[in-house]
């Protein structure tokens, strides 16, 4: 995580990379190496090797406020003060299914899940996607890598509320097609998988699910279609997830296709149980 973060901070701020040559970029992914900035509760780790990394990671490469993105303030969080609570966190009026937020505290399930069969036993999410979006697009668009650590942050306090009675063996991220992948040069869903590993001591898991098949935007798409368009698009390793009790992680929950289409895969290769955990969740159908 300390080299992808360095790595991260480098594509986020293409436009001021006139403030470090590639000899002092080099000394700090060095310094990142040999000494990790990152504890496993998301706090900077005690002693001076580790100061020193954080000090001149931070120098050379701001870390960005998921909010504002500009460089975080005070130094040494991973979001801005006076931007804490701008994201909206999801509450516990929820599915019992999916995690999206219900409209009256009589129900008990969303109007998508009363209308459709799911293949994943339940899940949740941290943040409404309609109070983040601007800050998802820069996480999985943007380069800004950064933001994993702090949405991994609200990720886990979901993880402790809604999975406390049902551990987990692995973290299993939604993985990218190879292709898309070779574009974008890393996996947001990766990136937030392993961060909430090291908050919880769940292993992650990348290879243990891939996308074997190239599959089209979905953003435009009815339930239906992404469900058709996701068929066969994932192959997971039996010999990583047979007998596992495993939450798929991914940055947004919509319709659930995408997840239920992992879900497949995982059962057919042995998976006990499968959950998922996402960042962001949409709303509740109307219509």
Known sequence: MPQQAAAGRKMGNKGEQGKG??????????????????????????GPAASISALL?????PRRCPVCDRPVRPFGEEICRECAGTFERVGTQTCRRCGKRLRTPQEEYCRDCREQEHRFAYGGAALTYRTCAGALYRFKYGGRQEYASYFAGEMARV???????????????????????RRRGY????????????????????KALVRVRRTAPMKAMSAAARQNNLKKAFHASANVVKSKSIIVIDDIYTTGATIDACAEALYAAGAAKVCFLALSIGEESVC
Do not use: Y
Request: proline letters at 7%; glycine letters at 6%.
């Open 57 to 61: 990671l931070d120098l050379i490469f």
């Open 187 to 206: 996996n947001q869903a990766a990136l937030l998988a392993a961060a909430l590993s090291e908050r919880t001591g769940i292993a992650a898991e990348e």
């Open 159 to 181: 993880l402790r509320e809604r999975f406390a009675q049902d551990p987990a063996d692995l973290l299993v991220p939604v993985p990218l097609h190879r292709e898309r992948m």
């Open 21 to 46: 040559s590639p000899a002092v970029a080099a000394a700090a992914a060095a310094f990142a190496e040999h000494w990790p900035d990152h504890g496993a509760g998301g706090k900077r780790t005690s």
